[in-house]
């Protein structure tokens, strides 16, 4: 039979129609395998040996190369870090209990913005997948009514797959898609989502997702019209209507954040049950820093393009990822309306002068794992034993968090610790399955604890003691029967059979099935015996596959309290950003600015954040310097002095002074009254 017909490989071809755009990566037995174009691709960039695989229908190898399946993760990774898609066809049901050929599957379709293995992607970044679309597609316009209307309104969903930070928004007209474009550049999403063969959607932004080098999937148009992109996201969020996320009177937004969950549910195959809620961003909402402006500030980044130098690597002390990526948007995207900055501003105060409570406070949280990716990975159902221990063990800290933080008064910080929610549920929950030091893997096994469930500990009585149970069935099968010689032993023709001498076998009763005669005398089976040696020996077995069960319920359940461990999450992290503003000011000795609407912009020696500590370092002294602007008397700075005097960083340090109070933290300056 030629190798084009083996039944494999047919479920290979098969498989491989659905994803023609992606490397599949084929479970057979110990690896994964990889055959003709994509062995070719694979082999190249993966530094894999080409093999090839027998003959097919015209007598021609089959070009083929694989990997162990134990180390996949690593060679999935690095084919999406080389721009590839790929799909992982998996044997969906046990190879020894398959009638015929096992049956497989595709379970997971990994791409740059859905590779969410913890061990290639930054924790102190986020990891966005961004979809965007036309009014006219979600609307199923036809080219020539598109021609006759206004220019289109493109909505465009932001998600971040590895935490669940979901949200939305429309631009339009020339402003809206410079902004569009703008935000291209500065959240360099992993990955573009827009419908196919609708060049309205993404042509406007080409120029900014070709500088940046963003991969685009295109996708079915139907995914994202209206209603089936509203009836995909209400099901995602479990919500009878968008009001309340502030979506129904945007349909471009909709049809945006329905198309990008659609194609997330099939390519993921998961409920994704860390996406339950979306927010609207209004451009209002934050003060929109031009890509450009955040490159020369050096907001995020140095001039070297690293965080090194930059004013985000300056103020960083955070104690926990979470916190890292969220002090980043904040200077990213400072505030801009009064009250959340002085709220912040407050809170920052109290902290900076409880020295105490910051200090037991940041030293609490130290346990704390990324809780965000954490519970990710129990929705996408990659999350192995330790990381829900690490999860339970990180909620064991807000109790504590509780108590440290009790006496303080500042607004903010009082409700922060009032969202805090000790999932008291959770945590027992995961304590009560899993054992505390457990294995990464599930495929280990021995991560459930005694006592979880009944099955799982008679399969563990009965592989630990086997062999005491064999030697009790001896003994009661000697007294049953009278003969003292009667022995039970085991050989692998047979499994276990109970041995009896000549001499004896008329004594033998007649539940004794005989198996095989002997020189000496007889060997038979019984019923019970045959029922315990399946039980012996498919112990093991069952024992992993009863704890793989136990362990896929204990992840679900955990997945679906996703909203409550995310909102636990983001206090503590917003938490953790606030304290380390806080110690900032205290170890660089900043003071509070006050932040008001009038014009007047006054800093009494001023410093530029990220200069001054430099030049601490070499041993000079920053020179501080005054600014007072407004939009009355004071318009204009006409700033002259020599090549290298410091004008450039005179101009840098007074907008970073507005950047840093916009975000809530204190300033380097004695004195600053800023305007927003
Ligand atoms: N206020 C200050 N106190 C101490 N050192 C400073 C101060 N301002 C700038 N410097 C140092 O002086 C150097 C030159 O600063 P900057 O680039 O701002 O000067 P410039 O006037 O813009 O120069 P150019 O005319 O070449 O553009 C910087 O490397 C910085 O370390
Ligand atoms: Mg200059």
Not at 36 to 54: I, M, N
Not at 509 to 517: F, I, S
Request: proline letters at 5%.
């Amino acid at each position: 039979m030629s190798a084009s017909a083996t039944p494999a490989m047919r479920q290979y071809l098969d498989a491989k129609q659905q994803h023609r755009d992606a490397i599949l990566l084929f479970r057979m037995g110990d690896f994964y395998e990889m055959f003709y174009e994509d062995a070719l691709v694979a082999a190249r960039a993966l530094e894999l040996t080409l093999t090839s695989r027998s003959k097919d229908a015209n007598g021609g190898g089959i070009p083929m190369c694989g990997v162990p399946f134990h180390a996949v993760d690593g060679y999935i990774a690095r084919l999406v870090k080389k721009g590839f898609r790929v799909a992982i066809c998996d044997q969906v049901e046990d190879p020894r209990k398959a009638k015929g050929i096992v049956k497989r599957e595709v379970v997971r379709v990994v791409s740059p913005g859905t590779l969410t293995d913890t061990n290639y992607l930054d924790a102190r970044e986020p990891a966005f997948l961004m979809s965007i679309v036309t009014t006219d597609v979600a609307r199923k316009l036809q080219p020539s009514e598109r021609a006759r209307g206004p220019q289109p309104t493109v909505g465009v969903a932001l998600l971040d797959l590895s935490t669940g930070e979901f949200s939305a928004t429309e631009y339009s007209g020339e402003d809206g898609l410079q902004a569009l474009a703008d935000e291209l550049t500065l959240l360099k999403p992993r990955e573009i989502v827009a419908p196919k063969s609708d060049t309205g959607s993404t042509d406007a932004v080409l120029p900014s997702i070709a500088a940046n080098g963003l991969p685009v999937t295109p996708l079915e148009p139907w995914m994202f019209e209206l209603e089936s992109a509203r009836r995909t996201l209400l099901d995602q969020l479990r919500a009878g209507g968008l009001e309340g996320f502030g979506l129904d009177r945007h349909p471009a937004a909709v049809a945006a954040a329905g198309g990008l969950v659609h194609y997330l549910r099939e390519s993921q195959k998961v409920d994704l049950a860390h996406v339950r809620s979306i927010t609207y961003r209004q451009r209002a909402d934050a003060l929109l820093i031009d890509p450009t402006t955040v490159k020369h500030l050096e907001i995020v980044e140095g001039s070297e393009g690293g965080r090194d130098g930059s004013l985000l690597d300056q103020l960083d002390r955070t104690v926990t990822s979470i916190g890292s990526r969220m002090l980043r948007s904040w200077l990213l995207r400072p505030l801009v309306s009064l009250e959340p900055i002085r709220d912040r501003l407050d809170a920052v105060e109290e902290l900076a002068f409880r020295t105490t409570e910051r200090g037991k406070f940041r030293e609490t949280i130290k346990t704390v794992q990324d809780l965000e990716r954490l519970v990710a990975r129990a929705a996408l159902g990659t999350a192995g034993p330790r990381d829900l221990v690490g999860l339970k063990q990180s909620l064991m800290v807000v109790p504590r968090v509780r108590t440290v933080l009790a006496e303080l008064q500042a607004p903010l910080v009082r409700s922060l610790v009032a969202q805090l929610d000790e999932l008291v549920d959770v945590r027992d929950r995961i304590d009560a399955t899993l054992i505390d030091d457990p294995p990464a893997l599930t495929r280990e096994g021995g991560f459930a604890r005694d006592g979880v469930d009944r099955e799982l500990d008679e399969l563990r009585t009965i592989s630990r003691s086997g062999k005491q149970i064999i030697a009790e069935m001896e003994a009661r099968e000697r007294a049953r029967t009278g003969i003292h010689s009667l022995k039970v032993r085991y050989n692998r023709v047979f499994g276990y059979y109970i041995e009896v001498s000549k001499s004896n076998l008329h004594a033998v009763p007649l539940d004794y099935h005989r198996k095989q005669t002997i020189a000496g005398g007889e060997r038979f089976i019984t019923p019970a015996l045959k029922e315990y040696e399946e039980k012996v020996l498919g112990a093991d077995e069952r024992i992993l596959e009863r704890e793989l069960e136990i362990f896929e319920i204990l992840r679900a359940a955990v997945a679906e309290e996703a909203p409550r461990i995310q909102a636990t999450a983001r206090a503590l992290a917003t938490l953790d950003v606030l304290s380390t503003l806080a110690e900032d000011a205290a170890v660089n000795n900043y003071i509070k600015p006050q932040v008001h609407d009038g014009d007047d912009l006054i800093a009494v020696d001023a410093r530029h954040p990220v200069v001054e500590r430099r030049t601490s370092i070499t041993g000079d002294a920053f020179v501080p310097n005054d600014i007072s602007l407004n939009g009355s008397s004071c318009q204009l700075v006409i700033l002259t002095g020599p090549n290298m005097g410091g004008k450039s960083t005179y101009l840098r340090q007074t907008a970073l002074l507005c950047v840093m109070a916009q975000a809530g933290s204190f300033v380097p300056a004695r004195e600053a009254k800023l305007p927003i």
